[in-house]
């Protein structure tokens, strides 16, 4: 438990945003691959993929509520039970909690399924979009809760088509768009199936910039090594002259230099700009399996 603890102590949450406090699944600490930590406020979540005794959560319970300024409940996710059932093992949770970022609101979507709505190892791709998106036309691809479109018009975006086909995660992005006041005239909500959308999709374009998050698997709407280069094959259907895309790999499992490789072969004339990796809050052990961002430009 000690090194728990040192660890949540050297990455304590800054003016109350989002942040991992412990990264057990990068396998950089023994013993400890089964738990993730993130603080959200006044909630910190607990995410456990086997199961822990009572009392070593109750421990860890009381240290967060001493330790993580603002902290109020203690969430625990049990990820290794069906549906990922969620309980509170301290204090009390709040009625609404939402993921700060930079100043912009994320709404969590707590005890409702195995995702919460946000993702914080992509805090450096919302970062990005934000960066290069000031007049652009976004199209966001796999869209979930409309992260990266919050991101994107925040930066100053002409506008952000969303595409999805789950459309309560659609329906929650809506409201993380209200919750930063942001434009309804300069955002779309598709909530389709990207493979039978790409006539759509055109017909909406040509876009300067293309986000492609899609979720590590997907039943057989996506897997990795059958749906990316279908994907890539098409992309450039979506893509104005000189723009820029970027894609996301999700999780472990895929072979090193997978997606990299497969854009040097189906997209040869595009530049890659650069590869982020979500930074010191999720260390790795093996960083070809972690969350990963390739930003890429056509000519």
């Given at each position: 438990m000690e090194l728990v603890r040192e660890e949540i102590r050297?990455?304590?949450?800054?003016?109350?945003?989002?942040?991992?406090?412990?990264?057990g699944r990068g396998r950089i600490f023994p013993g400890f691959e089964d738990l993730t930590i993130?603080?959200?406020?006044?909630?910190?979540?607990?995410?456990?993929?086997?199961?822990?005794p009572s009392s070593?959560?109750?421990?860890?319970?009381?240290?967060?509520?001493?330790?993580?300024?603002?902290?109020?409940?203690?969430?625990?996710?049990?990820?290794?039970?069906?549906?990922?059932?969620?309980?509170?093992?301290?204090?009390?949770?709040?009625?609404?909690?939402?993921?700060?970022?930079?100043?912009l609101r994320y709404r969590l979507r707590l005890g409702q399924g195995r995702n919460i709505g946000f993702f914080p190892d992509m805090a450096g791709?919302?970062?990005?979009?934000?960066q290069i998106?000031?007049?652009?036309?976004?199209?966001?691809?796999?869209?979930?809760t409309c992260g990266f479109s919050v991101a994107a018009l925040a930066g100053g975006a002409c506008r952000v088509v969303n595409l999805d086909m789950n459309r309560g995660a659609l329906e929650l992005g809506r409201l993380n768009h209200r919750l930063n006041d942001l434009d309804p005239r300069r955002?779309?909500?598709?909530?389709?199936?990207?493979?039978?959308?790409?006539?759509?999709?055109?017909?909406l374009g040509p876009f300067d910039l293309v986000i492609c998050d899609p979720p590590a698997t997907q039943g057989e709407s996506f897997t990795a090594e059958?749906?990316?280069?279908?994907?890539?094959?098409?992309?450039?259907?979506?893509?104005?002259?000189?723009g820029?895309?970027?894609?996301?790999?999700?999780?472990?499992?895929l072979p090193a230099g997978f997606i990299e490789n497969l854009v040097a072969t189906l997209l040869p004339m595009a530049e890659r700009l650069a590869v982020r990796t979500p930074g010191e809050d999720f260390p790795e052990v093996d960083p070809d399996q972690g969350t990963c961002l390739f930003h890429y430009r056509l000519p």
């Open positions: 050297r990455h304590l949450p800054r003016d109350g945003e989002a942040r991992r406090l412990f990264h993130d603080s959200y406020g006044p909630l910190t979540l607990v995410i456990l993929y086997q199961p822990r070593w959560l109750t421990d860890l319970a009381v240290f967060l509520l001493q330790e993580v300024a603002g902290t109020v409940a203690v969430l625990v996710q049990e990820r290794y039970l069906p549906q990922s059932p969620s309980r509170v093992v301290a204090g009390e949770l709040p009625a609404e909690v939402d993921a700060v970022e930079g100043g791709g919302r970062r990005l979009v934000r998106a000031a007049g652009r036309d976004v199209l966001n691809l796999f869209a979930y955002v779309g909500y598709l909530p389709h199936e990207l493979f039978r959308s790409f006539g759509k999709l055109t017909r059958r749906h990316w280069p279908k994907l890539l094959r098409r992309l450039l259907e979506l893509l104005a002259p000189g820029e895309f970027l894609l996301c790999r999700n999780g472990p499992g």
